[in-house]
């Protein structure tokens, strides 16, 4: 996807409408951040990427280097039933 800034769009706006037509998605930064994006109609947009695939397009975040998921290694913790006041109670010895 090809980013421009507000300005350069404002300054090109048919050229940058002709290659939306031509079916590029085109990204709008402010200030260098991702503002918005213009898709050409009947295209799926963003709604069709989840949150983190919107994060790693706008170089918010970076995909992970190993495939998997990683907290599925990570123990499972169960707390009894009760409230919390009667749980930490009991871990003191209260109870």
């Known amino acids: ?3 421009t800034g507000i ?6 706006l048919s050229r940058f409408i002709r290659r939306i037509e031509s079916g590029e998605r ?3 930064t402010a200030h260098g951040r991702v503002v918005a994006e213009l898709v050409p109609p009947g295209s799926k947009g963003r709604c069709s990427s989840s949150r983190f695939e919107e ?3 706008s ?4 995909p992970p280097l190993e495939a998997g998921e990683p907290t599925e ?10 409230t919390a006041a009667e749980l930490i109670d009991a ?3 209260e109870a």
């Open 59 to 62: 170089g918010a975040i970076r």
């Open 73 to 82: 290694a990570w123990p499972k913790i169960q707390l009894a039933p009760g």
């Open 91 to 93: 871990d003191r010895g």
């Open 7 to 12: 300005r350069e769009l404002k300054d090109n």
């Open 55 to 57: 994060l790693v397009a």
């Open 1 to 3: 996807m090809t980013s």
């Open 26 to 28: 085109i990204a709008i």
